[in-house]
Each structure stands twice: as C-alpha cells, then as structure tokens.
C-alpha cells in the first residue's frame, strides 16, 4: 500500500512523534511512502536551527534521519515555510533575508504537491493541525 503523510503540527508536539512512528512502521511492514508533506505549524519541523531541551527527544532530527535514511520525498509548503520563516537559499536571496534555515532533507514546493502524492497513494494520512 502506499502512503502519503502530511504534518500539519510543529516538531515538538505530540502529532508529529505520531507521525514518525506511523511512517516508521509504515515501511517496516513493507509499504511505501510516496511523500512526507509538511504544512502549516508542521513546517517548523524542516527548520535545521531547531534546538531542543536536553531532556527531550529531537524530534525535527528524527525526520531529518529517516527521510535521508529512506530517501523519502520531502516537501515543504513553500507559502506556510515563508510565513514561519523557514527559507532555503534560493527564497532567502529573493526575499533579502540574512540566512537560510531549511535542512537540506527537505525542499520546498507548493501546496500542489501534496495534492499529486495524494493521487499517487492508497491513503493520505494527516496529522496534527487546528
């Protein structure tokens, strides 16, 4: 079966460890993941200049590994990423902002690919969100 898995909350809320476990057990019982989207507040997840407190666990770099581990599609909302100030290098030249902070597991497109992976897949599971 295939997947597609959209995050709609940020990397320290609950919704978004339950979206990695989903994906991980997603795969380990032998499906795909056509796509990991993220939108809204999830989008802070692809943020590279997330810290956490010591005693909590990384969950922004827990995607990042598994989406490099398992070279997974991963997409960013390029509206909702520039809202929150989540940019790569190309939209942080265009919008003459200092730094980019997006990690590099993680691109950034429109809301249209996440339309295109749910047509792709079995299921589009969401997460999180108002």
Not at 10 to 17: F, K
Not at 54 to 80: K, N
Request: aromatic share 8%; with cysteine.
């Amino acid at each position: 079966m295939k997947f597609a898995i959209a995050l709609f909350s940020p990397a320290h809320s609950p919704a978004a460890r339950r979206a990695l476990r989903f994906a991980q057990a997603v795969l380990q019982q032998g499906h795909e993941i056509v796509q990991v989207f993220l939108y809204q507040d999830g989008v802070q997840t692809a943020s590279a200049n997330l810290v956490f407190p010591q005693d909590e666990s990384d969950v922004a770099q827990q995607w990042r590994q598994f989406i490099q581990a398992h070279q997974l599609d991963g997409v960013v909302c390029i509206a909702a990423a520039l809202r929150r100030g989540v940019l790569d290098q190309q939209e942080g030249a265009r919008h003459t902002r200092p730094a980019a902070n997006l990690a590099t597991e993680w691109s950034l497109s429109g809301l249209g690919q996440l339309h295109d992976a749910a047509q792709q897949a079995d299921r589009l599971v969401c997460f999180g969100g108002h």
